[in-house]
């Protein structure tokens, strides 16, 4: 069974990164886009961007450009998403999701069928 | 971007109720919209996609409809399980976008 298992809770000063990294299992890593989407406390769902990880090609959102890296690991299945110069506003649970559909099909690849379980980033000086 | 925007805010209701929940687009997007289901402390699970169309193992209760800029989400009798957030999501173009939320709640 398809299973993201995303690494533990985080606490960050301002102005520091934070790695969090989403263990894939059960499918073929390299043959769906991991998205990433974060939803501050009490709000809504925010959509980072998306790593392929076969090419490791990437798409951010233009308001984290410069900010956040997606990266994988395709030899433990494994993604990663870091984010730099923390404000409190990054304060968030930071979901990994799976594309629906494979990587040569876009009809659902938008879509996210499967998602880690969360990892929650505290910025907090 | 396209901005998504849903309607009611919050929904009190009744098990065995009928419940429609409300997305707009900014902008038409087809029929390039998901939605979700999302409980306190949980990730959101995948309901509809392309509007209408129900994922695997969800319960026929859960119905989507609509096209370009209006769409909908129908419980048809609602269960225990239901009472929990909804969000709708557009993937006609980046950046993918959520509306707001919904939260369903017991009356």
């Known amino acids: 069974q398809v299973q993201l298992v995303q690494s533990g809770a985080e606490v960050k000063k301002p102005g520091a990164s934070v790695k969090v990294s989403c263990k894939a299992s059960g499918y073929t890593f390299t043959g769906y886009y991991m998205h990433w989407v974060r939803q501050a406390p009490g709000q809504g769902l925010e959509w980072m961007g998306w790593?392929?990880?076969?090419?490791?090609?990437?798409h951010y959102v233009q308001e984290f450009q410069g900010r956040v890296t997606m990266t994988r690991d395709t030899s433990i299945s494994t993604a990663y998403m870091e984010l730099r110069s923390l404000t409190s506003d990054d304060t968030a649970v930071y979901y990994c999701a799976r594309g629906l559909t494979p990587l040569h099909d876009s009809s659902g690849s938008n879509i996210y069928d499967y998602w880690g379980q969360g990892t929650l980033a505290t910025v907090s000086s | 971007d396209i901005q998504m925007t849903q309607s009611p805010s919050t929904l009190s209701a009744s098990v065995g109720d009928r419940v429609t929940i409300t997305c707009r687009a900014s902008?038409?997007?087809?029929?390039?919209l998901a939605w979700y289901q999302q409980k306190p402390g949980k990730a959101p699970k995948f309901l509809i996609y392309?509007?209408?169309s129900l994922e695997s193992g969800v319960p026929s209760r859960f119905s989507g409809s609509g096209s370009g800029t209006e769409f909908t989400l129908t419980i048809s009798s609602l269960q225990p399980d239901d009472f929990a957030a909804y969000y709708c999501q557009q993937y006609y173009s980046y950046p993918i976008t959520f509306g707001q939320g919904t939260r369903l709640e017991i009356k």
């Open positions: 392309k509007a209408s």
């Open positions: 790593i392929n990880p076969n090419s490791g090609g990437t």
């Open positions: 902008q038409s997007i087809s029929t390039w």
